[in-house]
Each structure stands twice: as C-alpha cells, then as structure tokens.
C-alpha cells in the first residue's frame, strides 16, 4: 500500500484518519469545570440552624 500525505489525500479521508487518531472521552464530558466560589451566596445550600431542627 502506498503511502500518501495527509495534505493529499480527500477531505473523507482526512476524516478518517484523524477520527481513528482521537481517543474516547469514555463518558467525561471535555468541559471546562469551574469550582463555584466559597464567598458568593448560595440561596440552595443548607444553613447551620436548618440541621438543628
């Protein structure tokens, strides 16, 4: 089999190749996670006086 660059070859192809090239993300979604801040307000987080009672 001949050997043919990659700048050469068809669109499809390049597809291909580079798609066999990528690994799985196996169910990690490749977004950017942000810890939320210890300082700003949070009206949903449980208060000290709420597990007292």
Not at 3 to 14: C, H, N, T, V, Y
Request: proline fraction near 4%; hydrophobic fraction near 25%.
């Amino acid at each position: 089999m001949k050997m043919i660059p990659l700048e050469k070859q068809s669109k499809k192809a390049r597809r291909d190749y580079n798609a066999k090239q990528r690994g799985s993300w196996n169910g990690v979604k490749p977004v950017t996670r942000v810890e939320k801040s210890k300082k700003a307000y949070d009206r949903k987080k449980q208060g000290y006086y709420d597990n007292i009672l």
